[in-house]
């Protein structure tokens, strides 16, 4: 009897558990303009390499997107440093950056 060569499985619907990037800003001072400059930049590193692609539409929308994504986390990490002065800082020291979808 012939070995039975394994079939092929696809399951669809399922994704895989996207990958991240965090981007620390533990040491910056975001109660000032310049720190809050130095953690744009370093969000924007961190976005460019989490969407790499030789298409430049690919890489360009996935950019806008995870950008996108990311602002709310860089507006309340800013926001909560200029206003919780006097509280215990509970809140994340980093931005997470999900990759492309």
Same mark, same amino acid.
């Given at each position: ?14 994704r ?6 965090r #981007?620390?800003?533990?040491d910056?001072d975001?109660? =000032?303009? =310049?720190?809050e400059?130095?953690?744009?930049r370093? #969000? =924007?590193?961190a ?19 995870a ?7 860089v507006?309340?990490?800013?926001y ?5 002065t006097?509280? #215990? ?6 931005? =997470? ?5």
């Open positions: 009897m012939p070995a039975e060569e394994p079939s092929e499985t696809i399951i669809y619907g399922q895989p558990p996207a990958l991240t990037r #981007v620390s800003y533990q910056l975001l109660r =000032t303009k =310049t720190g400059r130095q953690l744009m370093r #969000v =924007t590193a976005v460019v390499r989490a969407c790499p692609s030789d298409s430049v539409l690919e890489k360009h929308h996935c950019r806008n997107q950008l996108r994504r990311v602002r709310p986390q507006k309340q990490a800013v909560n440093a200029r206003n919780m006097g509280f #215990v800082r509970l809140t994340s020291t980093f931005i =997470t950056i999900p990759e492309s979808e």
